[in-house]
């Protein structure tokens, strides 16, 4: 079994910065890929964010230049960075994982998401 769970979301004003947590838990090998993503209300959901397994990094143009991913492996942690945060970044993200197991299978995990508002 494979846990992932977010946290860091909440209210900040425009401008500010939040950083997002996503915790991979369980018979965990390791962790091929991770990507943020987000869905606004009446919107499809949106790539934000990925992370291969290399550590080279893709982001959206819309969050690229504001937002950063950095990893602690040794944690099977996923880190989003986000600066110079707008209205229109206000969101539930989630995060997606590939990751290998004990088994040796590949497995996709989602965590719950986590709300993000952006507001004055």
């Known amino acids: 079994q494979v846990q992932l769970v977010e946290s860091g979301g909440g209210l900040v004003q425009p401008g500010g910065s939040l950083r997002l947590s996503c915790a991979a838990s369980?018979?965990?090998?390791?962790?091929?890929?991770t990507g943020w993503y987000r869905q606004a209300p009446g919107k499809q959901r949106e790539l934000v964010a990925l992370?291969?397994?290399?550590?080279?990094?893709n982001y959206a143009a819309s969050v690229k230049g504001r937002f950063t991913l950095s990893r602690d492996s040794a944690k099977n942690t996923v880190y989003l960075q986000m600066n110079s945060l707008k209205p229109e970044d206000t969101a539930v993200y989630s995060c997606?994982?590939?990751?290998?197991?004990?088994?040796?299978?590949?497995?996709?995990?989602w965590g719950q998401g986590t709300q993000v508002t952006v507001s004055s």
């Open positions: 997606n994982a590939d990751i290998i197991l004990l088994t040796g299978e590949l497995g996709d995990y």
């Open positions: 369980g018979s965990i090998l390791s962790v091929y890929a």
């Open positions: 992370m291969q397994g290399d550590g080279s990094t």
